[in-house]
């Protein structure tokens, strides 16, 4: 199984461009959820995670969606997004 991921880029940027940027997804543990760029991520049927994980922002990557794309699992909850967007301006120094 591939490990799952948060496409972070926005939808115009994707339909033009073969390169998306993801934050990867890891198994939840208490240790990464205490640093302060994870973003801890509980399951649910309309993100279709199966067991709690966490978005590891400092670990955010270009990926050629064509090729690894696997499949759509789900859609990340808003309330997730804003703390993803968040994670990334710190890890990003963005003001």
Not at 6 to 20: D, G, H, M, S
Request: net charge positive; with cysteine; hydrophobic share 45%.
């Amino acid at each position: 199984m591939a490990r799952p991921y948060v496409v972070v880029t926005n939808n115009i940027y994707n339909a033009r461009v073969p390169l998306v940027q993801v934050v990867p997804l890891t198994a939840w543990s208490e240790k990464k959820a205490r640093i302060i760029t994870n973003v801890e991520i509980i399951p649910s049927p309309r993100n279709g995670l199966i067991k709690k994980s966490v978005a590891d922002c400092l670990q955010s990557r270009p990926m050629d969606h064509r090729a690894r794309c696997v499949n759509v699992r789900g859609e990340m909850e808003a309330a997730f997004m804003t703390q993803i967007d968040d994670a990334l301006k710190i890890v990003f120094d963005l003001h």
